[in-house]
């Protein structure tokens, strides 16, 4: 079991790029979970994902972000002309169906917006 | 909102010794996980209480959804236990949705 999978590890991208970040769940997983980790807000919900469906984007910033789930193997986030506040690590978890509120987190993507 | 407030933001124990971490609640939660980043940065869960106690080798946590806390005792700590740990309490009706304690970085030295 390799666990929750994120790539890339480390993203730089310049002011008003776009930015596309990728995450496995671990297999077997219905339920995929998207937060994000800054100093000052610490660790915020972003969005979640049960059997593919978007459930819950809440804690989406309205404008430039955007998540998806084509398939049960993979949720991308993307977020589009990225500003230096979107600087921060995403953090990807995922959770099995009888156990959906225990999360398995991935390692995370710095994204580092210049 | 809901609020996690979590302490000591850091500790230093001896190997050997133990303490406790603290997460209080501002609301009545539903239940807390409690979680390890280690060292490839991943947040690793370590217990996931709805109430009472659970207890995993050298770690103990407890909740108390009435009083709202949540505790995380270390006893025995030994070097690899040093890392950042998390709580992260469910409300009520949006389980799903964890609000995170700001983490306790602890450091066993030898």
């Known amino acids: 079991n390799a666990g929750v999978i994120q790539t890339p590890r480390h993203k730089v991208t310049g002011k008003g790029q776009e930015a596309t970040l990728w995450c496995e769940p671990i297999s077997g997983h219905s339920a995929v979970f998207w937060y994000r980790q800054t100093i000052v807000q610490g660790l915020e919900f972003l969005t979640y994902?049960?059997?593919?469906?978007?459930?819950?984007d809440s804690g989406m910033p309205k404008e430039r972000f955007s998540a998806q789930m084509p398939n049960q193997s993979h949720s991308t986030l993307k977020i589009q002309s990225t500003q230096p506040q979107d600087s921060a690590v995403y953090l990807c978890?995922?959770?099995?169906?009888?156990?959906?509120?225990?999360?398995?987190f991935g390692a995370g993507t710095r994204l580092s917006v210049l | 909102g809901d609020q996690v407030e979590q302490s000591p933001s850091a500790l230093s124990l001896h190997e050997g010794t133990g303490s406790a971490l603290r997460c209080n609640f501002t609301t009545t939660m539903r239940a807390v996980q409690w979680f390890r980043k280690n060292s490839r940065g991943s947040l690793i869960n370590l217990f996931y209480?709805?109430?009472g106690t659970k207890e995993n080798g050298r770690l103990k946590s407890a909740f108390d959804s009435k009083e709202r806390y949540s505790t995380l005792h270390i006893r025995d700590a030994q070097l690899e236990d040093s890392g950042t740990y998390f709580c992260a309490a469910e409300a009520g009706n949006m389980g799903y949705k964890l609000t995170f304690g700001t983490g306790t970085s602890l450091l066993v030295d030898p």
């Open positions: 978890a995922s959770s099995s169906r009888d156990r959906e509120n225990t999360l398995y």
């Open positions: 994902f049960r059997n593919q469906a978007p459930i819950d």
């Open positions: 209480l709805a109430s």
